[in-house]
């Protein structure tokens, strides 16, 4: 919970493959304390260092945006001004086993890569 898991691991991938050409962003309205720590774990395995990220408030982050990804998060999430907004609709894995965080974020590795893929051939 509080923007620890799902959106760290989709802003630590969007850095990771799109760096040149994305500037990103991961927030939340309830941050948490710190980056879970199986979400740092499984990203490590995927060579993707999430130790410098951590959990931030919405008012942290520029306040009108080209892309918005929500992660489904079931709570009412505030107007934030986007030209697209995207909801991908993931379960939290937080407080489940670690083969959840793998599985969450290799689907997450997914989005992100055909997110960046999108945006490189001005689809979005």
């Not at 959106?7 to 939340?28: C, I, P, R, T, W």
Request: hydrophobic share 35%; charged share 35%.
């Amino acid at each position: 919970m509080g923007n620890s898991c799902r959106s760290q691991m989709a802003e630590g991938f969007a850095k990771h493959y799109g760096n040149d050409l994305l500037e990103v962003y991961s927030a939340g309205t309830e941050p948490a304390e710190r980056v879970n720590p199986n979400a740092v774990k499984v990203m490590e395995e995927a060579g993707v260092d999430l130790s410098d990220q951590r959990p931030k408030l919405l008012e942290e982050i520029p306040s009108e945006l080209d892309i918005l990804i929500t992660m489904g998060c079931n709570v009412e999430c505030p107007y934030v001004p986007c030209k697209l907004r995207e909801d991908w609709g993931l379960d939290d894995p937080d407080g489940k086993p670690i083969e959840v965080f793998r599985k969450t974020r290799d689907i997450i590795e997914g989005k992100v890569k055909d997110l960046i893929e999108r945006v490189k051939n001005n689809e979005i």
